[in-house]
């Protein structure tokens, strides 16, 4: 499967961003999906997943009540809606997949797309 984020961009503290993954290649629902994200200087953390159906979601305590991840699998496509922003939320944001089940640790993902830049200022 083929992934490939969007929907990154500067914004301030308080403002709220969708991020989408575009999957395409491979049956979308096959795949328990992830956001991962990475700031400078840091090493890639978990964000959020959910399951193949989308019945289960799994979030970082940092990010628990102001993201929600969600899937149409009809479109093919994941989501990120980030709201009330904050500075520290500023990385690098990316999708992943994980064949067959979900999980919160990347090492369990088989694909990852290309990341795309959230940027948050106070």
């Known amino acids: 499967v083929q992934l490939q984020a969007s929907g990154g961009g500067l914004v301030q503290a308080g403002d709220s961003l969708r991020l989408s993954c575009a999957a395409s290649?491979?049956?979308?629902?096959?795949?328990?999906m992830g956001w991962f994200r990475q700031a400078p200087e840091k090493e890639r953390e978990f964000v959020a997943a959910?399951?193949?159906?989308?019945?289960?979601?799994y979030y970082a305590d940092s990010v628990k009540g102001r993201f929600t991840i969600s899937r149409d699998n009809a479109k093919n496509t994941l989501y990120l809606q980030m709201n009330s922003l904050k500075p520290e939320d500023t990385a690098v944001y990316s999708c992943?997949?994980?064949?067959?089940?979900?999980?919160?640790?990347?090492?369990?993902?088989?694909?990852w797309g290309q990341g795309t830049q959230v940027t948050v200022s106070s």
């Open positions: 992943a997949a994980r064949r067959w089940a979900d999980g919160t640790s990347q090492g369990e993902y088989d694909y």
């Open positions: 290649g491979r049956t979308f629902s096959s795949y328990g």
């Open positions: 959910i399951s193949r159906t989308g019945r289960s979601t």
